[in-house]
């Protein structure tokens, strides 16, 4: 039987659509909505819908994956993938909660988010992932210009402030109130902190630098505690392992201990503080501040103290206490030390720091102070009537515990 075939089109069944598939998918990545590109290739908007978000999750297809251009590459990722904002398209649509589509990528919560808030449509507020995967490419690109350099009002308005000595913290909360309208004038402290920094970027001068508290034009490097090498050879006990007598302040005999440094770091004088009476003892080094220099000092101070004021000495993980072993060895009075960058676990020692720094200034040379002048110093401040000990002196409070 002979067919004719007539001047129209017949219905031909399913036709692969491979070759449009893969041209959908690079309009997607230049950004065209689903509409646009599917009017481009003349394909109906719910293929393209399904190529881009994977079958509807219903009927034969549940559960089907979605249609990617190429297989994402083998490992982890630091940055999200195009088939991670797939993943994450998919769940939106079955209305999965941020947590949950996180633990499913094995990413932070945060990052799912940010995601979400970054690359979502600016007009409707929907979260296309191929369009999402093309503004991550278009912002990714490095180097860029930052936003300082970028706005000239902006980095005449900090150079401004700098040569004030404001810090870039105030700076950025008078961007805020100066311009709440307008987000191109708004910048984050770190941002200032960059750009004054780092080497290359010429965004501001770096001799602006100079107006910070600090004065330095680079950023100091900072190790991590648990980083940090073993600073003794005598294993050090911390200050977690204290009794809890000496953390609550309820019985007497717990000293804090510190050196204050003084000119170039060539001399130093020690200061020992008891924690419940607040009682100010202070260390003569004429000869310096060595371990062996202050070990000795410690021991003639405590040896002069009766026992039941000597329970233990807390004190930072200054290098001057390499010698914490053999003190302990010949006073028998335990040393704890206190974590990396705390100075808060020896409070009362801190702040009478302050204090002894209004008769022996910053900058000036400590070696001069005679053991007299320190004793004399140490009277004075034991002498002041202190707010946390109901206005007793710490001589007093001392004088009660000795007689009692």
Same mark, same amino acid.
């Given at each position: 039987m002979?067919?004719?075939?007539?001047?129209?089109?017949?219905?031909?069944?399913?036709?692969?659509?491979?070759?449009?598939?893969?041209?959908?998918?690079?309009?997607?990545?230049?950004?065209?909505?689903?509409?646009?590109?599917?009017?481009?290739?003349?394909?109906?908007?719910?293929?393209?819908?399904?190529?881009?978000?994977g079958?509807?999750?219903?009927?034969?297809?549940?559960?089907?994956?979605?249609?990617?251009?190429?297989p994402?590459?083998?490992?982890?990722?630091?940055?999200?993938?195009?088939?991670?904002?797939i993943?994450?398209?998919d769940?939106?649509?079955?209305?999965?909660?941020?947590?949950?589509?996180?633990?499913e990528?094995g990413?932070?919560?945060?990052?799912?988010?940010?995601?979400?808030?970054?690359?979502?449509?600016?007009?409707?507020?929907?979260?296309?992932?191929?369009?999402?995967?093309?503004?991550?490419?278009?912002?990714?690109p490095?180097?860029?210009?930052?936003?300082?350099?970028?706005?000239?009002? *902006? &980095?005449?308005?900090?150079?401004? #402030?700098?040569?004030? /000595?404001?810090?870039? =913290?105030? %700076?950025? !909360? +008078? *961007? &805020?109130?100066?311009?709440?309208? #307008?987000?191109?004038? /708004?910048v984050?402290? =770190?941002? %200032?902190? !960059? +750009? *004054?920094y780092l080497q290359g970027?010429?965004?501001?001068?770096?001799?602006?630098?100079?107006?910070?508290?600090?004065?330095?034009?680079?950023?100091?490097?900072?190790?991590?505690?648990?980083?940090?090498t073993?600073?003794?050879?005598?294993?050090?006990?911390?200050?977690?392992?204290?009794?809890?007598?000496?953390?609550?302040?309820a019985?007497?005999?717990?000293?804090?201990?510190?050196?204050?440094?003084?000119?170039?770091?060539a001399?130093a004088?020690?200061?020992?503080?008891?924690?419940a009476?607040?009682?100010?003892m202070?260390?003569?080094?004429p000869?310096?501040?060595?371990?062996?220099?202050?070990?000795?000092?410690?021991?003639e101070?405590a040896?002069?103290?009766?026992?039941?004021?000597?329970?233990?000495l807390?004190?930072?993980?200054?290098?001057?206490?390499?010698?914490?072993?053999?003190?302990?060895?010949a006073t028998?009075v335990?040393?704890?030390?206190?974590?990396?960058?705390?100075?808060?676990q020896?409070?009362?020692?801190?702040?009478?720091?302050?204090?002894?720094?209004?008769?022996?200034?910053?900058?000036?040379?400590?070696?001069?102070?005679t053991?007299?002048?320190?004793?004399?110093?140490?009277?004075?401040?034991?002498g002041?009537?202190?707010?946390?000990?109901?206005?007793?002196?710490?001589?007093?409070r001392l004088?009660?515990?000795?007689?009692?």
């Open positions: 002979d067919f004719k075939i007539r001047n129209r089109s017949l219905k031909q069944g399913r036709r692969p659509l491979s070759e449009e598939r893969g041209l959908y998918l690079r309009l997607m990545r230049q950004g065209l909505t689903n509409a646009e590109a599917c009017r481009t290739l003349g394909i109906n908007p719910r293929t393209g819908r399904r190529w881009r978000n079958r509807a999750p219903s009927g034969r297809s549940a559960g089907a994956p979605p249609i990617t251009a190429a994402p590459p083998p490992g982890p990722s630091r940055y999200l993938r195009e088939s991670d904002r993943h994450i398209a769940r939106l649509r079955e209305g999965a909660t941020v947590r949950a589509i996180a633990a990528l990413r932070s919560p945060s990052t799912v988010s940010r995601e979400i808030r970054r690359n979502r449509h600016p007009g409707n507020g929907r979260y296309r992932p191929h369009a999402a995967q093309a503004r991550a490419d278009a912002r990714r490095r180097p860029k210009p930052g936003k300082i350099g970028r706005t000239p009002e *902006l &980095r005449d308005f900090i150079q401004d #402030r700098l040569t004030k /000595r404001w810090s870039p =913290e105030q %700076i950025c !909360q +008078a *961007l &805020r109130t100066q311009f709440p309208q #307008r987000p191109e004038m /708004r984050v402290h =770190e941002t %200032i902190y !960059q +750009a *004054l970027r010429g965004e501001l001068r770096r001799e602006l630098a100079r107006a910070l508290r600090t004065g330095r034009a680079r950023r100091r490097p900072r190790r991590q505690a648990r980083q940090r073993p600073r003794f050879s005598t294993p050090m006990v911390m200050i977690s392992d204290r009794p809890a007598e000496a953390a609550d302040r019985l007497p005999g717990h000293w804090e201990g510190d050196l204050i440094i003084g000119k170039g770091g001399s004088i020690g200061t020992l503080v008891e924690r009476t607040r009682y100010v202070l260390l003569h080094l000869g310096g501040r060595t371990a062996e220099h202050v070990r000795d000092a410690l021991v101070t040896r002069t103290l009766p026992a039941h004021l000597v329970r233990s807390t004190w930072d993980q200054g290098a001057e206490m390499a010698a914490h072993g053999s003190f302990t060895l028998d335990p040393v704890y030390f206190c974590d990396p960058a705390s100075p808060w020896r409070g009362s020692n801190e702040n009478t720091n302050g204090l002894l720094r209004q008769y022996f200034p910053k900058g000036t040379d400590l070696a001069v102070h053991r007299e002048h320190l004793d004399a110093v140490a009277a004075e401040l034991n002041r009537p202190r707010k946390t000990l109901g206005w007793q002196t710490p001589a007093e004088h009660k515990l000795l007689t009692a």
